[in-house]
């Protein structure tokens, strides 16, 4: 493979990564309570998951 003939500088490394961005998270709607929650994952306001109850919230 080839060998880089230099090394490369940080101000280079940096300016070749300033388009890495952190993405904002999509939320959406619980359908069974209506909190806002990450797609795919338990509601954390009610336990439930596809219409079925997965985790019991102890309401505090």
Known sequence: MAQPKK???N????SR???WKA???NLTTCS???AK???HT???ACGYYKG???LKVVQA
Do not use: D, F, L, Y
């Open 37 to 39: 929650m990450i797609p």
């Open 17 to 19: 990564r300033a388009h």
């Open 23 to 25: 993405k904002v998270t």
């Open 52 to 54: 079925e109850q997965i």
């Open 7 to 9: 090394k490369t500088t």
């Open 32 to 34: 069974n309570c209506g």
């Open 11 to 14: 101000s280079k490394q940096w």
């Open 42 to 44: 338990v509601c954390a």
